[in-house]
């Protein structure tokens, strides 16, 4: 596994490098491919290479992160490719570019796994303050938009949207209600923490760095998200929503994973030894 992360980060780097010297293609949206400069990404490739020389599992959590966070259009892209029907332009050298940068987080997420202890589960209260702050962020998040009036949606009245409006609801109230609910033990393990897990980190990276922009622009004196016709108080409200939403999830998500993982033969052991 170490030798496929420096492989990634040397490739991943070349292409980088390229990109900053002039030669990237013509993204479709705004902003470049990543959420960081050129030149930034071409330092975390060279800091992830020299990460793996000697394995410390805090700081490859950490790049992981970093990584997913640098590809938040890939949320984007997920969602254009599902419903096309949404008008969000789907970039597809973009795209493949984020997904090489979601790749190497997932390498780094396999490594740094691989050399931890076992992680200890956590109290049920924790996955169940997770779901909490998920639905409260999400119903945050449509208050927000009750305030300013639900026309004012930036696509189309379509079957897309219909389906897109459905599903973020009931990713903000179901899905963090069946990962830390008995019933939610009845369906498939993926069913819940693939999408619990996706959508959570792909919400907290995505939105985490629009808030620091956000922060950037209100500090700059310039308007927080652009002239997209709604007033910055909206942005104040939501953006943080998102990330709360987005991190709730996630920490269900884990709670769900410890508490229906199989139990290890050293879990059992220890188990017979303290009776």
Not at 25 to 39: A, H, R, S, T, Y
Not at 143 to 155: C, I, L, M, N, R
Request: glycine fraction near 10%.
């Amino acid at each position: 596994m170490r030798r496929a992360v420096v492989v990634w980060a040397v490739a991943y780097g070349v292409l980088r490098i390229w990109f900053a010297t002039g030669h990237a293609p013509d993204w479709k949206l705004p902003g470049d491919d990543l959420l960081v400069p050129n030149w930034v990404s071409v330092i975390g490739c060279l800091v992830t290479a020299l990460a793996v020389i000697r394995i410390r599992p805090r700081l490859l959590w950490a790049l992981a992160a970093a990584w997913l966070a640098a590809a938040g259009f890939i949320l984007l892209d997920l969602v254009a490719t599902v419903l096309p029907g949404l008008g969000i332009p789907i970039d597809v050298p973009g795209m493949v570019s984020r997904l090489a940068a979601v790749a190497g987080a997932v390498l780094l997420g396999h490594l740094a796994k691989s050399h931890q202890p076992e992680a200890k589960p956590w109290p049920h209260w924790v996955s169940t303050a997770g779901a909490c702050l998920a639905a409260a962020g999400c119903l945050t998040r449509l208050a927000a938009q009750a305030a300013v009036g639900f026309e004012k949606v930036p696509y189309g009245g379509n079957l897309s949207i219909v389906l897109f409006e459905g599903g973020f609801v009931l990713a903000g109230t179901v899905l963090p209600f069946l990962l830390v609910h008995r019933i939610g033990r009845y369906f498939p393990r993926w069913l819940l923490l693939l999408p619990g897990y996706t959508i959570g980190a792909g919400i907290t990276a995505y939105f985490t760095v629009g808030l620091l922009q956000m922060i950037v622009n209100a500090v700059r004196g310039e308007p927080v998200y652009g002239d997209v016709g709604l007033p910055d108080s909206f942005f104040w409200v939501a953006v943080p929503a998102y990330v709360v939403w987005g991190a709730g999830l996630t920490v269900a998500a884990r709670g769900y994973q410890f508490a229906t993982r199989k139990t290890t033969d050293s879990e059992c052991e220890l188990h017979i030894t303290q009776r």
